[in-house]
């Protein structure tokens, strides 16, 4: 016969053991969680430092100082990997550029040259960061890899859009939206040109006069459009 007393302490014992294993499953989930984060990080790194060709599951394993059988049970494939990169960057990518414009976010404000040229400066920077240079080799990558084609030409497109969104939110009164596009694309295709001009001599330098040179381009575009500080 089991007492009473015994019965509570059982009781006590079973309740107090449950919640461990609550805690546990909590545990297990952050872990998981932070192994997936750690080997995001990773492969951004070898993509940055190795390149597309190079990066393999064993390597991005080495890099994140898991076991192969550890980035296995998270990513079973080289490709899903790659698909989870492509998805974090282009979450980070637009959350980047998003910070970079807020500080011309101003629809009220006119233009000067001077706020013309660190928003310039600005999107220099902005293509320079790793997350814009990561993206960068897996979408030079995808032009002859069409499993990876497939991952990121939807992502690229959703980006398109959302940038220029953000550029049309920041002068919602400037009518000629063509006009618009074009400055905005004049930006773009000059930053993206520059930045993957790694072995241009004297980069830094002529980084700085051509940034010069379009922002008195823009000025001009700006002042038509009636948005230049008079």
Known sequence: MVSGTTTKAVGKKSASSSRPQRNEKG???????????????????????LGYANTTT???????????????????SRMSVMKAVVDCLHVLRLSEY?????????PNRKLTLKAINESVEAAWHYVNVPSF??????????????E????????EKDFEKQFLDTAKAVFPHWKNLAGLEAAHDLVQFL????????????????????????????YNIYNDADLIEK
Request: proline letters at 2%.
């Open 133 to 146: 240079l990561a993206y960068q080799e897996l979408l030079s990558a995808s032009r002859t890899d069409a």
């Open 58 to 76: 064993a390597l991005i394993a080495n890099y994140a100082g898991l076991s192969r059988g550890a980035m296995m049970h998270h990513f079973p």
């Open 148 to 155: 990876l084609r497939h991952i990121i030409e939807p992502v």
């Open 98 to 106: 998003r910070e970079v414009m807020a500080d011309i976010d101003d």
């Open 27 to 49: 545990w297990q989930a952050e872990k998981s969680a932070l192994t997936r984060t750690a080997i995001l990080e990773a492969t951004i790194k070898c993509l940055l430092e």
């Open 191 to 218: 930053m993206k040109g520059m930045a993957l001009s790694h072995m241009s001599v004297r980069k830094k330098v002529r980084a700085k006069h051509v940034m010069t040179y379009l922002s008195e381009i823009l």
